[in-house]
């Protein structure tokens, strides 16, 4: 407590002393009407919001001001102007004390503070002078910034005055995530997704506090990851996709572009490599792979479950080590995630035996290995990741081995299914999940998988009936909007009702973004005035 009093005191004393230094004399407070913080339409919801019925004037008068012991704080002030910038036109400088007036401050600041002592904690307080976010971490302070992005308003208080005002409701904010992975895939396997695509819906992600992009790189119809030492798997494994179109693939520098970008907004890229099922585009690149006992050809069709690898041939355990040597030198995340589904040509012991060899050649490289619920049928390390997406009996056999799961429950969490049976895109062999399905269940409570086994929650996305951004956001929004809701939100805040209120307010921002999003008639939509060619992308 002694050392959260002494944090606020010098943060009070540091932006007292830019206020002195900037501008000698306090300007007259500007009034504005009553505001009230808990009303704004924020996602994922807060653990607690304060109002305190006030409103803070973002104008060219303000600055930004960031703890300057680590970089890391700077960079992410850095991304709030430019957020700030691209959404309402205004310029606010970065720790640039003494160059411009300044009248109010917002401060990125790294505390000490015990009520702070989770990784993705932080604490907003807004005044009328300062909008103070503290963190621990860096990591806590980009979510914090999400927060203030929501609650910066569009549109001046008067549009009209030569002095644009944006006024944001002050109160205190204290919050911290239920669950650290909260997560979404992209199958870019099925049809390749671009670069530009990928980042457009990092993007959006990081905007609800999402800190996790799990790509599924490899599957029958498409090879997409460049693997230097075996040139033909994009050569050759990455020259189709679903319905006969040209494919595509990620050169290394891509992928490390990808995982640049992603870092940039604290998000985790999870690469996964479909294995021994899922492979027939590798087979059709190096034959001697294949196990099946049929001459592998291009395949373009949305069965699975015949392709496996030869689980038996040392060879292959070779060529699966160069690929996780290869991926995990330019993936620093901690995860590796080898697939392990729909192996139904895959004998169970050969199945098992292959699990357990590759789960120690992706510890040799030093990372976490993940798996489908499959995975669990095999003798693997307490370390070792299921994601359950099918299975409940192979969910308990994970939670037996001491493991801790990721939630992806197909009857839930699966963005392709279709949201009712008028859908334009998707499937339903899982279920119809309209929003309110995939937003009404808990997690915490899921299939008697206890709490603390519960690694997060993953909403993947497969593309056997997509082939671009417009038709990827079809089925992802608004669904991931309210996933991002279940990871991150206390069971106790999470209400389908006031739900509903907040997501129909995100049509706005999901209309700067161009995002292509499915208007469900379950919501209210408030319309933004504007189209997005008519308004600047945020």
Aim: hydrophobic residues 40%; proline residues 5%; negative net charge.
């Amino acid at each position: 407590m002694i050392r959260s009093i002494v944090t606020r005191v010098l943060t009070v004393l540091f932006i007292s002393a830019i206020f002195v230094a900037c501008q000698g004399e306090q300007k007259k407070q500007i009034e504005f009407p009553p505001t009230d913080l808990a009303l704004e339409n924020l996602i994922p919801k807060p653990l607690k919001v304060i109002p305190t019925n006030k409103a803070f004037g973002l104008d060219r008068y303000t600055a930004i001001y960031t703890n300057q012991n680590d970089a890391a704080f700077a960079e992410i002030g850095q991304f709030l102007a430019d957020k700030i910038k691209s959404k309402i036109d205004l310029d606010v400088p970065i720790n640039e004390a003494g160059s411009v007036p300044v009248e109010r401050v917002i401060y990125i600041n790294q505390s000490d503070s015990l009520e702070l002592n989770a990784p993705e904690a932080y604490e907003l307080y807004i005044t009328q002078d300062s909008v103070i976010l503290n963190s621990n971490t860096a990591e806590g302070a980009f979510r914090g910034i999400q927060t203030i992005r929501q609650i910066i308003p569009v549109q001046s208080n008067d549009t009209l005055a030569e002095q644009r005002i944006w006024p944001i409701p002050t109160g205190k904010i204290i919050d911290n995530p239920t669950f650290g992975f909260r997560g979404a895939m992209l199958d870019v396997a099925r049809h390749f997704f671009s670069v530009e695509d990928v980042k457009k819906y990092i993007d959006l992600l990081a905007y609800y506090k999402i800190n996790v992009l799990h790509l599924h790189l490899t599957d029958d119809q498409g090879w997409r990851i460049e693997i230097k030492s075996w040139p033909k798997l994009t050569e050759i494994g990455g020259s189709t996709e679903v319905g006969g179109e040209a494919g595509g693939f990620y050169t290394q520098d891509d992928y490390k572009e990808i995982v640049a970008y992603a870092a940039k907004h604290h998000m985790t890229i999870i690469p996964e490599v479909d294995m021994p099922g899922h492979t027939n585009a590798a087979s059709v690149a190096y034959p001697f792979l294949n196990g099946n006992g049929k001459t592998p050809k291009l395949y373009e069709g949305t069965r699975v479950g015949f392709s496996t690898f030869d689980t038996r041939k040392d060879t292959v355990y070779a060529f699966i080590d160069d690929v996780i040597r290869e991926i995990s030198a330019i993936t620093p995340g901690p995860y590796f995630h080898i697939g392990g589904d729909e192996s139904h040509v895959t004998k169970k012991n050969d199945y098992i035996y292959f699990v357990e060899k590759v789960e120690k050649i992706v510890q040799k490289h030093g990372k976490q290995m993940i798996g489908w619920d499959e995975i669990a049928s095999a003798n693997v390390d307490a370390n070792s990741i299921s994601q359950y997406w099918s299975s409940g009996d192979n969910a308990q056999k994970a939670v037996k081995r001491g493991m801790k799961l990721i939630l992806s429950p197909a009857k839930r969490a699966y963005l392709d299914m279709q949201y009712d049976t008028l859908s334009k895109h998707g499937l339903h062999w899982a279920a119809y999940i309209p929003v309110d399905s995939a937003y009404i269940w808990t997690p915490e409570e899921y299939e008697g998988i206890p709490m603390e086994n519960i690694l997060g929650v993953e909403a993947p996305l497969w593309s056997e009936t997509i082939s671009n951004i417009g038709e990827l956001e079809y089925l992802a929004f608004p669904r991931i909007i309210g996933y991002s809701e279940l990871s991150w939100t206390s069971k106790e805040n999470r209400d389908w009702e006031n739900y509903k209120v907040r997501l129909a307010n995100q049509a706005p921002y999901l209309d700067r973004m161009n995002v292509k999003y499915y208007a469900s008639p379950l919501i209210d939509w408030k319309k933004s005035k504007y189209t997005y060619e008519e308004i600047k992308k945020d």
